[in-house]
T-cell receptor, first 113, second 117 residues
């Protein structure tokens, strides 16, 4: 069964304290792994797509990496405005599907000044 | 800027009435759009996959006669909640898949808060 597990569920950091969020996945034929940021009461905002093991992408203080079993979202020197829920999702070779995403439950990040 | 627009962002309706939510892809054509529902502090739950020019594919447990989906054009999908009841109150989010130029990235709308009173 295709599955996405994110850890930790919640993470509290001090401003400037770097850390990583984990996304473990099992999927039949990975087409893409997506990271999104979701603020309360808003739709998810696209951050990154990773397609193959070893791939890395960066955007400001965020860096996403991918292995065959998991992805990490590294946050370097976070600021309070980085506080949000970070969602990981995978798209796989589901029989008969149109490529919908399977989401993890998210990691709620709080950055204190 | 936003590439997927959802409207309305908030709507309050009376129990028993129907309400329509629109999802538009702004600068790309989306043959496939997705509708999700999200409860407080929960992750997104896929309700249905909307395909332009054909019937939507509903996930198990989602009533297709209650949640009507129409994908009339390559840039517009609508979700109509029929005979709404208070338990239908939720945050509804749509997404649309862009083409190969962006690696088939899926972009989300801003979401629509539905309150049924």
């Amino acid at each position: 069964e295709d599955q996405v597990t994110q850890s930790p569920e919640a993470l509290r950091l001090q401003e400037g304290e770097s850390s990583s969020l984990n996304c473990s996945y099992t999927v039949s034929g990975l087409r893409g792994l997506f990271w999104y940021r979701q603020d309360p009461g808003k739709g998810p905002e696209f951050l990154f797509t990773l397609y193959s093991a070893g791939e890395e992408k960066e955007k400001e203080r965020l860096k996403a990496t991918l292995t065959k079993k998991e992805s990490f979202l590294h946050i370097t020197a976070p600021k309070p405005e980085d506080s949000a829920t970070y969602l990981c999702a995978v798209q796989g070779d589901y029989g008969g599907s149109q490529g919908n995403l399977i989401f993890g439950k998210g990691t709620k990040l709080s950055v204190k000044p | 800027g936003a590439v997927v627009s959802q409207h309305p962002s908030r709507v309050i309706c009376k129990s028993g009435t129907s309400v329509k939510i629109e999802c538009r892809s702004l600068d790309f054509q989306a043959t496939t759009m997705f509708w999700y529902r999200q409860f407080p502090k929960q992750s997104l739950m896929l309700m249905a996959t909307s395909n332009e020019g054909s019937k939507a594919t509903y996930e198990q447990g989602v009533e297709k006669d209650k949640f009507l989906i129409n994908h009339a054009s390559l840039t517009l999908s609508t979700l109509t909640v029929t005979s709404a009841h208070p338990e239908d109150s939720s945050f509804y989010i749509c997404s649309a898949r862009d083409g190969p130029r962006t690696g088939n990235t899926i972009y989300f709308g801003e979401g629509s808060w539905l309150t049924v009173v």
